[in-house]
């Protein structure tokens, strides 16, 4: 099975704190995508990595970078928390898998609970 | 552009009743559909997927959902809700051969004993 874990279930920052949000995945996925989810907004992308080093924008992505170093990794940093970025932060991967197999629909990890205060 | 809309934010059915969660997109041409459910403090799980092919589609947990072009439609159906069913329950909708998708903003389900 597709695992995609997220560094912490819960984090509690401060406000202008720098906090990354770390997410791994195991199955050579190509893309990787960290979104948010708010009550009655349902779920919104930040950001979207195609590759190694490759991103593109999402919906929201002001207040937010990415880094993805290596292929299983991808990074959502917050580079000066802000109480409005208190939210559920939900990572997911999909693509070609091993073997070739394409794998269109995306694999969610457990999501993590970030609260600025 | 593609857009999708659950219309029902909420909805209340009692244990062993019929449930229908509905799904409306917009899109040119078939997307590929998707349902996803998310207990309580989780992530998300998928359901079920439509690409083409057969309209009604079987997924996991005894959902089912039907495609349905002339209505740009995909509701998610299960003929008998358990309590365990209670959680809340994502559509998505993307372009064929892409991997980026939309999602509805969900309809939380509540299950009555």
Redesign the interface.
């Known amino acids: 099975d597709v695992k995609v874990t997220q560094s912490s279930r819960y984090l509690v920052k401060r406000t202008g704190e720098k906090v990354f949000l770390e997410c791994v995945q195991d199955m050579d996925h190509e893309n990787m995508f960290w979104y948010r989810q708010d009550p009655g907004l349902g779920l919104r992308l930040i950001y979207f990595s195609y590759d190694v080093k490759m991103k593109e924008k999402g919906d929201i992505p002001e207040g937010y970078s990415v880094s993805r170093e290596k292929k299983e990794r991808f990074s959502l940093i917050l580079e000066s928390a802000s109480t409005n970025q208190t939210s559920m932060y939900l990572c997911a991967s999909n693509g070609k898998r091993l073997a070739g197999v394409e794998s269109y629909e995306q694999y969610f990890g457990p999501g993590t609970r970030l609260t600025v205060t | 552009a593609q857009s999708v809309t659950q219309p029902d934010?909420h909805i209340t059915v009692s244990e062993g009743a019929s449930l229908e969660l509905r799904c409306n997109y917009s899109y040119g041409a078939t997307p590929?559909l998707?349902w996803?459910v998310q207990s309580p403090?989780?992530?998300?799980?998928?359901l079920l997927?439509y690409?083409s092919g057969d309209t009604l589609v079987q997924g996991i947990k005894g959902f089912e959902a039907e495609f349905k072009r002339s209505q740009s439609s995909f509701n998610l159906r299960k003929p008998s809700v358990h309590w365990s069913d209670a959680a809340e329950y994502?559509c998505?909708v993307?372009a064929p051969g892409t991997?980026?998708?939309i999602?509805?903003?969900?309809t939380r389900l509540k299950v009555l004993a």
């Open positions: 934010i590929y998707f996803y403090g989780q992530g998300l799980q998928l997927k690409f994502f998505a993307g991997y980026k998708y999602f509805g903003t969900g």
